[in-house]
């Protein structure tokens, strides 16, 4: 069974689509975003690569979880960061780039 | 009896990309997000019927940290997103 | 012009990476049985992690491999995880000083609301609980005891019962950082046995992780709500949205 | 036929999965776009399962399904961008 080549493959399709999507947006809440789907896709690499031979590794699992717990507290403090700058500027992008992108 | 569960999970994604088109039609944001509170619930069936399919017992653990946790979601868009705004009420 | 470019750039990094993984040796589902075999050797050789997980599984004191790896195996990663956490509430709490003091908006919970309030919140510090005490034999332990214990956290915030926390006080504080000294206190206590960092005694190891896992759980929980809680509030919260 | 039920399974979801990234990052209302990602969560932790990962299906399904949605439809009603929820046809 090669469902763990198969999930990794997305895997990458998801970070590239992530990747592609964190260039292209300038606001922030967006890059957020485009960054956990990146995060997801190397997540899916990681677990589906080990496992593609249909062995289950808990080693990867167990560091996928620690990042798992790691990406929503990037996430949240992100958030917040972003949230000040808008409390502060009225805007939602870094200095220096267009709002509509 | 393996198979029938899988089929049914089959048949369950299948409404979860059904019903991912209310998501990106939903005229009012409150439909967006009851549609999104729908797939909790598929999700809760659909986990239910892999732990029968696959013989993992923890993926029921899994659909009751599903249940408690997907109100989450709803409660924070009534709380801090829905402001009864004009346009969103029909 | 530029977006097709970048498009374009990214399109072929998916490609070169896909090609790599379909390239990388070892998997015994796409090559001829003569192949297979011999990297499934090779695999065994080189690589073997589940192998290893597996063999030196009873004497992590758990019985749940995940666990083992996360709690005994790897130790390092987590402890250096929930210091992470750590940090991102240093940051928050930074952010926090910086702003303005927040004016107090009262917020009221209507009756379905206050219902989901009563039912919920003692099922999610029940199945937090459950999950942290499964952890040891099957798929639960702190990581996700702690995340539904934020959960039933942030229902309280939302239906107005939890107060803003911050700036912390000192339980709060106490309970914050909780996880991160038992851990630490633990991994060097351990030294003093003639051990090394973090390698837990076998006879104890289970009654160790337990206590570790456990004062993981609080933090983790107390560190998940404050980052939700500790976001600043909109100017006029409640109001009516206007241009 | 065996196997064509799992395979149709696992395409479904990382079709979906796909899918729902794309929307994601392409869709021009932020709410839309933070809604559309909880359901990203969800699918993610029911391909963990399909990974014989019920440990991340669980964490998913608590942070992804829960947390991650309330601190980013927060953080939606602060920016309050779904004041313009597209035009009515």
Known sequence: MTGGLFYAITGVLLFCL?????????????????FNIMGSGCFLVLVGLAQRGGQV????????????????SATAFALILMRQLYVESGHCTLPGEDEES | MEKLYLALAVFLMLNVAAGLLRILRGPTAADRMLAAQLFGTTGVAILLLLAEAQ???????????????????????????????????? | MTRTLIALLCLGLAGMLGWALWQLPGDVGLKSDLQSELQGQVQADIVGLPALVAAHLDQSGVRHPVTAVLLNF????????????????LGVLAVRHAAAPEPVHPQRAGAVLAALVHLAVPLMVLVAGYLLWAGAHQPGGAFQAGAVLAGAGV????????????????????????????????????TRGGHELLAYPVQQAGGLILAIEASLTLSIGLILVSLFVGAPSPPEHGGEASE | MNDILPWLYDSLIALTLLWIAWQTLSTRDLFKAVLLFIVFGLLMALAWVRLQAPDLALAEAAIGAG?????????????????????RK
């Open chain 1, 18 to 34: 992530g990747l592609y999507g964190f260039i292209q947006h300038a606001h922030l809440l967006r890059r957020i975003l485009a």
């Open chain 1, 57 to 72: 590794d808990p080693v990867p699992h167990a560091l996928v979880l620690t990042g798992i717990v790691v990406a929503v």
């Open chain 2, 55 to 90: 013989a993992v017992p923890a993926l029921r653990d899994v659909a009751l940290v599903f249940a408690l946790l997907a109100a989450l979601a709803t409660v924070a868009f009534v709380k801090r997103v829905w402001y009864r705004k004009p346009e969103d009420i029909p």
């Open chain 3, 74 to 89: 790897r130790a390092y990663d987590t402890l250096l995880e929930i210091g992470v956490l750590l940090l991102a509430v």
């Open chain 3, 155 to 190: 229902l309280l915030r939302l239906s107005g019962r939890l107060p803003a926390l911050l700036p912390p006080g000192f339980w709060l504080r106490a309970g914050l950082l909780l996880g991160f000294a038992v851990f630490l206190v633990i991994a060097l206590g351990v």
């Open chain 4, 67 to 87: 947390l991650t949605g309330a601190l980013l439809l927060d953080a939606v009603g602060h920016l309050r961008v779904p004041r313009r929820p597209g035009p």
